[in-house]
């Protein structure tokens, strides 16, 4: 039985996750930001799955203090980690700028996620090997990274903002699986597929109808995660891209050394994190 922390189970991919790793038997920790909603998916999960040990953590990834707390929280009671799912994500039609002073999506999407990864470490260090997967979006290979746009876009798109968040999510992905090698975790990132969930509430009622006919089920969409969340640590990849169950192309920043370095040194500036973790 693995230890497994998913982010963002209340609708969705996520949802699916979670009650699939229950199935399998796996002790699941449920990081949220809707506490009551958490809770029904819990019962829901726990009544489908017969399995008790899944759990729940309070998590707003637009908030730094709520993930220094969440992981505080899980450190606390779990000695360790063996697969950390950074699932949740969201996408803003409007422009906002978070109490830490970053825009939404760039926050929610990617640098939220990196800081969980990384206050999570000594849990993923005592399983490994271990694994952290991050869910991005085919979406970042459409990203042009503004590193003035972090803290607000001069003028904002909901869609480039969206396709930025996701190519800095994916590139840090990349240069964590770098820095994490010798410590036996494996970092990978993957594109779910076009899947119907919450996101869709973004467009208008027209765009939805004729987006639903492409977009794929959440059940579909969990494939890729639990794929990964089920392959032998030993022989876990590290710093790919999966789209499909398959290795996917990337963004050509994602291969770019230099471009990576210079993302993840901001990163860690903005969180006050050491820069080097090997």
Request: hydrophobic share 40%; proline share 3%.
């Amino acid at each position: 039985m693995k230890t497994i922390l998913v982010t963002g189970t209340t609708s969705g991919i996520g949802t699916v996750t979670a009650l699939e790793l229950a199935r399998a038997g796996h002790h699941v920790v449920m990081a949220n930001r809707n506490r009551e909603r958490s809770e029904m998916v819990r019962d829901k999960i726990i009544e489908a799955t017969a399995n008790t040990n899944v759990n729940i953590i309070d998590l707003d990834l637009a908030s730094r203090k709520s993930i220094e707390d969440c992981a505080k929280t899980f450190l606390e009671v779990y000695p360790s980690l063996d697969i950390l799912i950074n699932n949740a994500g969201l996408m803003s039609n409007e422009q906002v700028i978070t109490a830490d002073g970053f825009e939404l999506q760039f926050a929610v999407n990617a640098l939220s996620p990196f800081q969980l990864t990384l206050e999570l470490l000594p849990a993923l260090e005592a399983a490994a090997p271990s694994q952290v997967i991050f869910v991005t979006s085919l979406m970042h290979r459409f990203g042009k990274l503004d590193f003035d746009s972090f803290k607000g876009w001069n003028k904002y798109s909901s869609s480039g903002s969206y396709s930025q968040s996701k190519l800095v999510m994916t590139m840090l992905a990349c240069e964590l699986a770098k820095q994490l090698r010798s410590r036996d975790i494996s970092v990978n990132s993957l594109h779910p597929g076009a899947v119907n969930t919450g996101i869709l509430h973004n467009y208008s009622a027209l765009s939805q109808f004729f987006l639903k006919l492409f977009f794929t089920s959440p059940e579909k969409g969990a494939k890729t995660s639990l794929l990964l969340a089920g392959m032998n640590p030993e022989a876990m990849p590290t710093g790919e891209y999966f789209d499909g169950g398959k290795k996917g192309k990337t963004h050509r920043l994602t291969t770019d050394n230099s471009a990576r370095e210079k993302l993840w040194n901001a990163c860690c500036e903005y969180l006050g994190k050491t820069a080097y973790l090997g």
